[in-house]
C-alpha cells in the first residue's frame, strides 16, 4: 500500500564509505526527486528525474549520484562519504514535473549518520 | 527566483483555539502554493495547494489557507486546534513556469492540552 517507498530506514556508515538509498514508486507518477533536510529542518532539493531523464541537478558534491532504472525507481548512491552528508534523505513523486497538476508526495525518509 | 518565508518559527496554542501559520512568497510568475507537515520522524505529508480560483483552500485534518495576492500571503488556518496538530509545518512555492519546489524553513505547532 505504501505509495512513496525508501530502503533503509537508517543507515550508519564509517567515513569514506560507498552507500546508496534506494526509492520507489508505485502510483505510476513520471516524477521523481531526492531531497536532503539537514540537522536544521531545513530541506533542499538535490535531485529530479522525469521519466528517466534528469531534469534538476542542483549544486550538490560529484560524490552524489542518481540513477533512475525505471519511472518507478530512484536509487541513490555516494561515495566516499563525509561526516557533513549525515541528514535525512527524502524521496518524493509527482504525477508530472510542473504545471497544475505537479504535487509531490514524500517517502518516510532515510536517516544516514556518518561516523 | 523563488522564495519563501515563514516568519515564526515557533506558534503555541491552547487546544480548541484557532491556529494560523504564516507564510509570504516570492516568484517572478504566477505561484503554485502548498503546505506540508511532518510529523517527528516522519515523512512530510502533503496538506493542501493553491493553483488557481477560489482563494480560500480547504484540506485535509480540517486545515485551510488563505491566498492573498496583494500581500503575497498564504497563511494557513485551522479554527479549532488538537493536541495531534503539534508538528513541524513547511510552505512550499513552485513557479508556475518552473519544476523547483522551494520550501519554507518550517514552522513548529505545539498544540497544548
Known amino acids: 500500500d505504501t505509495a512513496v517507498s525508501q530502503t533503509p530506514k537508517y543507515l550508519v556508515t564509517q567515513m569514506g564509505n560507498d552507500k546508496s538509498i534506494k526509492c520507489e514508486q508505485n502510483l505510476g507518477h513520471d516524477t521523481m526527486y531526492w531531497y536532503k533536510q539537514d540537522s536544521k529542518k531545513f530541506l533542499k532539493i538535490m535531485f529530479s528525474y522525469n521519466n528517466k531523464e534528469l531534469i534538476i541537478n542542483e549544486t550538490v558534491p560529484n560524490r552524489f549520484s542518481p540513477k533512475s532504472p525505471d519511472k518507478a525507481h530512484l536509487n541513490l548512491h555516494i561515495n566516499s562519504l563525509e561526516l557533513g552528508d549525515s541528514a535525512v534523505y527524502f524521496c518524493?513523486?509527482?504525477?508530472?514535473?510542473?504545471?497544475?497538476?505537479?504535487?509531490?508526495?514524500f517517502g518516510p525518509g532515510t536517516r544516514l549518520t556518518v561516523l | 527566483a523563488q522564495s519563501v518565508a515563514q516568519p515564526e518559527d515557533q506558534v503555541n496554542v491552547a487546544e480548541g483555539n484557532p491556529l494560523t501559520v504564516k507564510c509570504t512568497y516570492s516568484v517572478s510568475g504566477n505561484p503554485y502554493l502548498f503546505w506540508y507537515v511532518q510529523y517527528p520522524n516522519r515523512g512530510l505529508q502533503f496538506l493542501l495547494k493553491?493553483?488557481?480560483?477560489?482563494?480560500l483552500v480547504k484540506g485535509s485534518y480540517g486545515f485551510e489557507a488563505e491566498f492573498n495576492k496583494s500581500q503575497t500571503s498564504f497563511h494557513l488556518k485551522k479554527p479549532s486546534a488538537l493536541v495531534s496538530d503539534s508538528a513541524l509545518y513547511f510552505c512550499?512555492?513552485?513557479?508556475?513556469?518552473?519544476?523547483?519546489?522551494?520550501f519554507g524553513a518550517g514552522t513548529t505547532v505545539t498544540v497544548r492540552a
Open positions: 512550499a512555492v513552485r513557479d508556475g513556469n518552473d519544476y523547483k519546489l522551494s
Open positions: 518524493a513523486s509527482s504525477p508530472v514535473a510542473g504545471g497544475p497538476r505537479d504535487t509531490q508526495y
Open positions: 493553491y493553483i488557481t480560483g477560489d482563494n
